[in-house]
């Protein structure tokens, strides 16, 4: 489940790319599945574009400049290194993001979680491509493919595209190499149980049962209130 919706999360940011906008403030409390009404549980939609911003001119090609000094954007525990350095954050920016949370995913924690200062948190991340200790330390437990991703995308710059085609099959590799398969995801069966048993409790009003006698009494002063109404119109005319 954690490599197929990575796959799925990295698409949905591909798109984003795609029509000229950064994410930077890509995180698991920003992706959501489909609903079960819509048979859409396998499906992961990207949110909250509150962070987004556009990286191509209006022209629809030419890609805008880095700012000197772009401050900070985006959640510390996710955010790459260009954020914690204060530059301008590219697509490659956004990968990472989404690297750092494929990481979280797939092994249940990031190794900063509990630090408190950001600049031990941007320190470690930095330390991730030089020590190999501290690259276990992040990376333990996860497919190594997860580390050729990393070392790939940290070759571009702020305005490289990312290799999302290399990555999606690195990514899709790990399916042979593991002998599993993509679907179902782990929360199917949960969600469309809820589902079901919500859908079958919800009883449709009935119409309440009324005596013929007092069925027919009801019809009759019915009748008389509408002649009576028809009455007085006529006398007002």
Avoid at 128 to 140: A, E, I, P, T, Y
Avoid at 151 to 176: L, Q, T
Wanted: proline letters at 4%; glycine letters at 8%.
């Amino acid at each position: 489940t954690a490599v197929s919706i990575s796959i799925q999360t990295l698409e949905a940011l591909e798109d984003l790319h795609g029509i000229g906008y950064l994410h930077r403030d890509v995180k698991p409390g920003n992706y959501t599945i489909g609903r079960a009404a819509a048979n859409e549980l396998r499906k992961v939609y990207v949110l909250d574009f509150g962070m987004a911003r556009k990286y191509i001119k209006d022209d629809g090609k030419t890609l805008r400049n880095p700012r000197e000094n772009a401050g900070f954007r985006g959640t510390v525990k996710y955010a790459p290194i260009a954020c914690h350095e204060n530059k301008d954050q590219g697509r490659c920016g956004d990968v990472e993001s989404w690297l750092y949370m494929t990481v979280e995913i797939t092994r249940g924690n990031l190794p900063w979680r509990n630090f408190e200062e950001m600049g031990k948190v941007g320190a470690m991340k930095k330390a991730v491509r030089k020590q190999d200790v501290v690259c276990k330390q992040l990376f333990g437990g996860c497919p190594t493919e997860y580390v050729e991703i990393m070392k790939k995308n940290d070759e571009g710059d702020f305005f490289a595209e990312p290799e999302y085609d290399w990555i999606y099959k690195k990514m899709r590799s790990v399916f042979d190499k593991l002998k599993a398969t993509e679907f179902p995801y782990d929360w199917e069966k949960f969600l469309m149980d809820q589902y079901e048993k919500e859908k079958g409790g919800k009883k449709k009003e009935e119409k309440p049962v009324v005596p013929k006698d007092e069925e027919h009494e009801a019809e009759k002063e019915a009748d008389k209130e509408n002649k009576k109404k028809a009455l007085e119109e006529k006398e007002e005319e």
